[in-house]
């Protein structure tokens, strides 16, 4: 109860801000809608950061400490919308940053507005590759763009991978018509040829925003000798495929991006989701003692006793410290300062995900990693259990206990975590 008690004043705290010196950090992403575990997971789990930085008096800026001012937007995972908010945001000379943005669409509609003011944004917990490669294959020479996401070509390699490594040889890929859904097809499909074309991808099935029944696409990806479906999409339609795999008889198993751990879809899902499989950066597990942290504290400050999507909540929670960790570097709550100082921490940052060691460097429009936080070292094959998800391999498992109680590596040479 006193630890409850304690999370909670500490939220109260947080978002009881007014104006005044304070580092003002925008939190965007949709908060109502298909997309709502998602972004509402995101928002909470960095209002949970904010909340106990912030406790502790702020963030250290030159010779006083700051605490963080949210200003929060819905974006309702609808690509106008997010423009009209980035407009905003971009518009305000005190924003300090912008953590958030869910979908890939979203991404592509206004994120050109934080780059044209040069305001600092860390998308999460987007994956879609266009997000980033619209910038290097722009020919962007100074961006303000980073993502603390695991992008969709770790993830492609990993469903790929994941099949092939399962003995299948003919696969159905089967995606929405959003931007996320598209570009997951194509690294899907590019990662079947980097792979050396183990798999023989036997139909492509397409599907709506919005559509309840998958019969038709399913039928055919059935008759055509389908062992395994890869599939990437958002929403509450994921579950439509798995309940309508389950209808027709189809015994193959899905595997797709990490939006499968949704709690919309497992819900939905329900035992016709056991099975499913998904990369996760997070898993909610409460394996090492900051994990256990984490999650109780989400757990007892929301009172829930399942986070929606851990894996966003945890990207939105070590998102928040590591831009944290770049204003107190700066020594200044001035947006352009902050992302010279994104591009080069000097100090590891301890997040519940990761300790994270010099996780950008300076924008290179020839290589998008360089404004890239994850690397496949962080992120682990997840899989749907009597509706939570669990760790898929043992062995990833083991890998964290161990990585979290060794000491700190040394500083990798391109930058990244330990």
């Keep these: 109860m006193l630890r409850q008690a304690f999370y909670g004043s500490l939220l109260l705290a947080a978002l009881g801000l007014h104006a005044g010196d304070s580092v003002k950090l925008a939190i965007t992403g949709p908060f109502t809608g298909g997309s709502a575990p998602m972004g509402a997971s995101m928002r909470d789990g960095a209002k949970l950061a904010i909340a106990e930085i912030n406790a502790a008096g702020g963030i250290q ?59 600092t944004k860390i998308i999460c917990p987007a994956a879609g590759s266009a997000s980033m490669t619209q910038w290097s294959k722009a020919g962007v020479k100074d961006l303000s763009i980073f993502r603390f996401a695991a992008h969709d070509g770790i993830q ?19 995606f929405d018509s959003t931007n996320y859904g598209v570009s997951g097809r194509d690294d899907m499909l590019n990662q079947i040829k980097l792979q050396g074309n183990k798999l023989q991808v036997v139909a492509q099935e397409k599907f709506n925003i919005g559509d309840k029944d998958m019969t038709a696409q399913l039928l055919r990806a059935k008759a055509a000798g389908a062992q395994a479906v890869l599939i990437w999409a958002i929403g509450p339609e994921l579950a439509a495929v798995s309940n309508g795999m389950a209808k027709i008889g189809m015994k193959a198993p899905l595997i797709g991006g990490w939006t499968l751990s949704m709690s919309n879809y497992i819900d939905n899902a329900g035992k016709n989701g056991n099975g499913t499989l998904m990369p996760q950066t997070f898993i909610e597990d409460p394996i090492t003692p900051k994990a256990k942290a984490f999650i109780d504290g989400y757990h007892k400050t929301y009172k829930v006793d399942r986070i929606p ?7 939105g929670y070590d998102a928040v410290y590591i831009f944290a960790a770049a204003v107190k570097q700066a020594g200044t709550t001035d947006t352009h300062k902050i992302k010279e100082a994104l591009e080069d921490l000097k100090e590891p940052v301890k997040g519940v995900i990761a300790t994270w060691n010099h996780p950008y460097t300076k924008w290179n429009p020839a290589d998008v990693t360089t404004h890239e936080a994850f690397r496949r070292e962080q992120t682990v094959m997840g899989m749907v259990q009597d509706g939570r998800v669990v760790f898929g391999n043992a062995a990833d498992k083991a890998r964290l206990i161990k990585e979290a109680a060794a000491k700190p590596a040394a500083k990798p040479a391109k930058g990244k975590t330990k």
């Excluded at 999507?309 to 990207?315: D, F, N, T």
């Design 156 to 174: 492609a390699a990993m469903v790929v991978e994941e099949a092939i490594n399962r003995k299948f040889t003919k696969v159905a890929v089967v």
């Design 309 to 315: 999507s851990a894996v966003a909540a945890a990207q």
């Design 61 to 119: 800026v030159g010779g006083k400490k700051l605490k963080i001012d949210i200003i929060e937007r819905d974006d309702e995972a609808k690509n106008e919308r997010g423009a009209l908010i980035a407009q905003e945001l971009a518009a305000m000379n005190d924003l300090s940053g912008v953590i958030g943005t869910v979908n890939t669409g979203v991404c592509m509609a206004g994120d050109k507005h934080f780059q044209e003011k040069g305001v």
